[in-house]
């Protein structure tokens, strides 16, 4: 568990950080401060994003938050056991501002994971809420959604932002266009 007032300097981890690459491990015993946590990682989430890691924050634990309108939900030890349908749509990232670019998911999951009650659920998801939960579950698999781009030239840069243009940067070098 983080170190105690881990929450009040929280910040999202940007790409790059060595801790997004990284697989991460498996949560022991869902406990109160894991949930105290989550909902403290929400405030981070909320102003841009519906889903958001723990790597993210710099941890490398198995879980993360999300919120597609209905609540937040904590997941925790993610499996996806089935994965169906195929769609591409546009996604961002709260650790890679500024950079959308389409990719390629399953419409419908099906995902084994602890709650914040440590209860073990199996559930179907479907469109958005399953792009979401494939996004977060790549986070702790350590990887990151544009790891996913078949075409660099889809990829669109927010204008002013840093790490897009490092990121338009780092496609040119190796000689491709966006």
């Known amino acids: 568990m983080p170190p105690s007032g881990y929450t009040s300097y929280m910040k999202i981890v940007l790409i790059g950080s060595p801790i997004l690459r990284k697989k991460a491990q498996p949560i022991r015993k869902v406990t109160s401060e894991l949930v105290y946590l989550a909902e403290s990682m929400e ?3 909320k102003p841009i994003g519906v889903g958001l890691a ?8 198995a879980f993360f938050i999300y919120d597609v309108g209905e609540g937040l939900h904590l997941v925790v030890n993610p499996q996806i056991l089935e994965r169906k ?3 591409t749509d546009e996604e961002g ?8 670019a389409p990719v390629d998911r ?3 999951i099906t995902l084994s994971y602890l ?5 073990r659920r199996i559930h179907r ?7 979401v939960i494939q996004h977060e579950f790549d986070h702790l698999q350590g990887m990151l959604f544009v790891d996913r781009i078949t075409d660099p030239s889809t ?7 840093p790490v897009g243009a490092a990121l338009t940067q780092t496609i040119r070098e190796k000689g491709q266009q966006l």
């Open 125 to 131: 998801y479907v469109d958005f809420e399953a792009r």
């Open 54 to 61: 723990a790597p993210q924050v710099g941890l490398s634990q």
């Open 85 to 87: 349908g195929s769609a």
């Open 106 to 108: 399953a419409t419908e």
């Open 43 to 45: 405030d981070l989430m």
């Open 155 to 161: 990829i669109s840069v927010q204008e002013g932002s």
């Open 115 to 119: 709650d914040q009650r440590g209860k």
């Open 93 to 100: 990232c709260l650790s890679i501002p500024g950079v959308y």
